[in-house]
């Protein structure tokens, strides 16, 4: 920050705004959580180097990531290719092209790990094409979780400390490296990922997800899997409909991640009273209002259970619950939990 103002936007809009739940639970609530190692990574790249003056930035995202990407890029002036799926909304991927980013769609999935493994092996042939290009490899770079230590000292800066620490869980970045840095000052913080069900990162088998913005069908490097002491799984209807009591109870328009972070966070708050907790909410609700903040959508597809009160509790993270569900993973490795549940542990053919 120069005196009073920002540098430029991302500067701006780069640390969550934290905001009081209850007597023991905050909401970090991000305007876009991707900037956060959009703008590092980039700017590191820069800064060292690897983005020379006309390097070209290429990435693989059919998410928030892709636009913190644009933002950054439009901003730096640099050219950038993202290769997407037909999952992308179109109001998304307006905002990508109007802010310069060529924005390139893999028709067909990869028969092993779905769209995302087709994106990738079409960013290996554009990398092979474009030496010279640069890539964020947002699922394996360490620059992702190491963004996010700024993070961390915001919330020791507003709070003066977490006890534990809640979020949604994709490509590892923001759970374990704000994790860890707030483990790094000796704090005992107790971390909570959060799931849904179809998702490999925690155990499960691929299969057909309709929850966005959280789980993965490959494994991201980034994830480090000792880093969590519980992981929840919830649906999309459980995520959508805390989303909506998100906001109807706090006035905070938020993205379906954000609802089911939410969801294990108010629980385990009102489970440890004594406890600071903060929750993780990663991106504003406008790209849902034709969605999850529409009763009609919600009724047509199907998305009108009520919350439960509690996650049930699993013995084995390799089945799917198809409800809320709730496993102490202890800061074990994949293949230690896995072993003690006594199931095998999926292939991570095609990890990026």
Request: glycine letters at 10%; one cysteine or more.
């Amino acid at each position: 920050m120069a005196g009073n103002a920002y540098r430029d936007t991302t500067e701006a809009l780069l640390l969550p705004r934290i905001i009081r739940f209850g007597q023991n639970l905050y909401g970090a609530s991000f305007t876009l959580m991707k900037l956060v190692p959009a703008r590092h990574i980039l700017l590191k790249a820069e800064r060292t180097g690897a983005l020379g003056p006309r390097t070209e930035v290429v990435e693989t995202t059919s998410g928030t990531f892709g636009l913190a990407l644009a933002m950054q890029s439009a901003l730096m002036g640099r050219r950038l290719t993202l290769v997407s799926d037909p999952v992308i909304d179109a109001a998304l991927r307006r905002r990508l092209t109007d802010l310069g980013a060529r924005v390139e769609i893999c028709a067909e999935p990869a028969e092993i790990g779905g769209y995302q493994e087709a994106r990738l092996k079409r960013l290996a042939e554009i990398r092979a094409e474009r030496p010279d290009s640069f890539c964020p490899e947002q699922y394996d770079n360490p620059d992702n979780p190491a963004s996010y230590t700024v993070v961390a000292e915001h919330f020791e800066r507003a709070l003066g400390g977490v006890d534990c620490l809640v979020g949604p869980v994709g490509s590892g970045g923001s759970m374990c490296g704000t994790v860890g840095a707030l483990r790094s000052g000796g704090r005992p913080v107790t971390a909570i990922g959060v799931d849904t069900d179809h998702s490999v990162l925690f155990g499960q088998p691929d299969g057909t997800r309709t929850l966005r913005g959280l789980g993965n069908s490959l494994m991201p490097g980034n994830l480090d899997h000792r880093a969590f002491d519980e992981v929840h799984w919830c649906t999309a209807a459980e995520a959508y409909a805390a989303t909506r009591r998100l906001h109807a109870r706090h006035a905070l328009f938020q993205g379906p991640t954000s609802g089911a972070a939410y969801l294990a966070a108010r629980w385990w708050a009102a489970a440890h009273p004594d406890a600071r907790v903060v929750v993780m909410l990663p991106d504003e609700g406008y790209r849902y209002q034709e969605t999850v903040y529409d009763d009609g959508w919600l009724a047509s597809h199907g998305f009108t259970q009520p919350l439960p009160d509690a996650p049930v509790d699993v013995s084995d993270p390799t089945r799917p619950a198809g409800r809320w569900s709730r496993y102490a993973w202890g800061r074990r490795s994949l293949a230690e939990v896995i072993r003690a549940a006594g199931a095998s542990e999926p292939s991570r053919e095609g990890a990026p």
